[in-house]
């Protein structure tokens, strides 16, 4: 009877998401086809934001943030969290203050409705590809320049064992090195538990909570050092996903 209920409910999740999805499509699409570039991304930034509001309202995927006080919203930042679910897109629409472009995989682009705002507003990479990477590092890059935030889960893809954290890739701290660009790291907790990437028929409402961790400087940092910034953050996120579980 439990599984029949969890496939019910992610029945009715999804019908959400997609039909708020095209409620936002629209209202996507004009703001970044007749604004500048930059100011479209916003635009459609605002957008996501309501239509993630509305998903967690109506699905009872009910998302609290703390600990926004530590970031200084007059400065762009790397934003570094973990992914265990296909419930952290809400979670960080809803939870981070600034602004942000988004990096993520080419694949979602091909997923019908969401892909569309998805090209529209995520800067994407192949990681097969050196070129694509390339590519959207410098993309990445000027949009720091340009003084917005950016977003990147260090894990790459969503983490399907047990353990806290998958290990991370050096994209997101070379860029913070390069750029000078503080970190900010944060934790999703009961992400896996709400709607389990393996298990998606275990899926269940609740309250998932986006913990911002203390901001990381890297200021007079080298390339030499980027072991070391990666281990720190790994590190003040491991500990901070087995404080709050």
Known sequence: ?????????????????????????????????LLAPAT?????????????????LTTFFWVKTT?????????????????????????VCISVPQYFSPLGKIEMAKVPVFGWI????????????????????????????NGQSILIF???????????????YDGAFKIAIETQTPLM??????????????????AHPGLLTTVFITPVDVKGLQLEDLAMLKQKVYTLMEEAILKYS
Do not use: Q
């Open 1 to 33: 009877m439990g599984k029949v209920l969890s496939a019910l409910y992610l029945f009715y999740a999804a019908l959400i998401f997609i039909l708020l999805m095209f409620i936002a499509l629209p209202f996507v699409l004009l703001a970044t086809a």
């Open 118 to 145: 998805y090209k529209r507003i995520v800067v994407m990479i192949d990681r097969s590809s050196k070129e694509s990477r390339e590519r959207s590092v410098a993309a990445l890059k000027r949009d720091i320049a």
């Open 154 to 168: 260090p894990e790459g893809t969503m983490n399907k064992s047990d353990a806290p954290l998958s290990e991370f």
């Open 40 to 56: 479209g991304k916003r635009v459609g930034m605002f957008f996501l934001r309501c239509w993630a509001w509305g998903f967690s």
């Open 185 to 202: 790291p944060f934790v999703m907790i009961n992400n896996k538990k709400l709607l389990p990437r393996v298990h998606p028929l275990k």
């Open 67 to 91: 600990n926004k006080h530590l970031i200084n919203r007059e400065v762009p930042h790397i934003y570094v969290g973990n992914h265990g679910s296909y419930l952290d897109a809400i979670a």
